[in-house]
C-alpha cells in the first residue's frame, strides 16, 4: 500500500525568504506525485505534479517541487515566500499501476509566512 | 482550468434529518469522481469512489447505506448523508478526475461544511 509522510505539522517562514515543505512517499513501483494547497474552509487547489521527465516540476503561483527517487522524496519549495502563500500543504501520490484509483495524501503542514 | 462546483457550501440541520450535496464538474466530463471527509487539522479520508454509471465503491468501515452515493451523469455526483447524526458532522469534499488517464490531477470543490444539531 501506498503512503505519503509530511513530517512537519507547521513551517514559519519570514515573508521573502525561501520556503521548503517536505514530502517523502512509500508506493510500489515509480509514483505520480502531486501537491495540493488548501485555504481555511476550502476545497484543495492543485499546485504541481510530477508524472516523468525532469525531476524538477513548476508549478502555480511561482511552487516548484524536485522529486529525488533514491530518497523517495517531493519536498515543495518556493525561492521568495509571500504572506499569502500561508496555508495547508498536502503532498499526495498514487502508483503508476496498480492501487487503483486512490490518490493517497499525507497529513498535512500548516505553511505560516509572516511579516 | 478544470471546475468543480459543490453546492452547499455549508448546512445546519436537525438530527435525523438527510441532507443532499451536489458535485458538479463545470467544464469537463468526470467519468470518477471521490468523496472525502476531513476532520479539523486533519488529512483527507476517502469515503467513496463515484464511477458514472455504475455503483460507487465504498472504503473499508464507511457504510454505504448511510452515505449514499449517484453519479447519473459525467458531470453530476451526489452524496446524501441520510438520517444524519452529530457525528456525521463534518467537512466533505467532492473531487473529480479529468480524463480517464492516471496522471490526472484530481479537482476538488471548496468543500460543505455539515453542523448536525
Known amino acids: 500500500a501506498q503512503s505519503v509522510a509530511q513530517p512537519e505539522d507547521q513551517v514559519n517562514v519570514a515573508e521573502g525568504n525561501p520556503l521548503t515543505v517536505k514530502c517523502t512517499y512509500s508506493v510500489s513501483g515509480n509514483p505520480y506525485l502531486f501537491w495540493y494547497v488548501q485555504y481555511p474552509n476550502r476545497g484543495l487547489q492543485f499546485l504541481l505534479k510530477y508524472i516523468t521527465g525532469d525531476n524538477l516540476v513548476k508549478g502555480s503561483y511561482g511552487f516548484e517541487a524536485e522529486f529525488n527517487k533514491s530518497q523517495t522524496s517531493f519536498h515543495l519549495k518556493k525561492p521568495s515566500a509571500l504572506v499569502s502563500d500561508s496555508a495547508l500543504y498536502f503532498c499526495a501520490v498514487r502508483p503508476l499501476t496498480g492501487g487503483g484509483n486512490k490518490l493517497t495524501f499525507g497529513t498535512g503542514t500548516q505553511l505560516k509566512v509572516e511579516l | 482550468g478544470a471546475v468543480v462546483s459543490q453546492h452547499p457550501s455549508r448546512v445546519i440541520c436537525k438530527s435525523g434529518t438527510s441532507v443532499k450535496i451536489e458535485c458538479r464538474s463545470l467544464?469537463?466530463?468526470?467519468?470518477?469522481m471521490f468523496w472525502y471527509r476531513q476532520f479539523p487539522k486533519q488529512s483527507l479520508m476517502l469515503m467513496a469512489t463515484?464511477?458514472?454509471?455504475?455503483?460507487?465503491?465504498?472504503e473499508q468501515g464507511v457504510e454505504k447505506d448511510k452515505f449514499l452515493i449517484n453519479h447519473a451523469s459525467l458531470t453530476l455526483s451526489t452524496l446524501t448523508v441520510t438520517s444524519a447524526h452529530p457525528e456525521d458532522s463534518s467537512f466533505y469534499i467532492c473531487?473529480?478526475?479529468?480524463?480517464?488517464?492516471?496522471?490526472?490531477?484530481?479537482?476538488f470543490g471548496d468543500g460543505t461544511r455539515l453542523s448536525i444539531l
Open positions: 463515484s464511477n458514472e454509471g455504475s455503483k460507487a465503491t465504498y
Open positions: 473531487s473529480a478526475r479529468s480524463g480517464r488517464g492516471l496522471n490526472q490531477p484530481q479537482h
Open positions: 467544464d469537463f466530463q468526470a467519468t470518477t
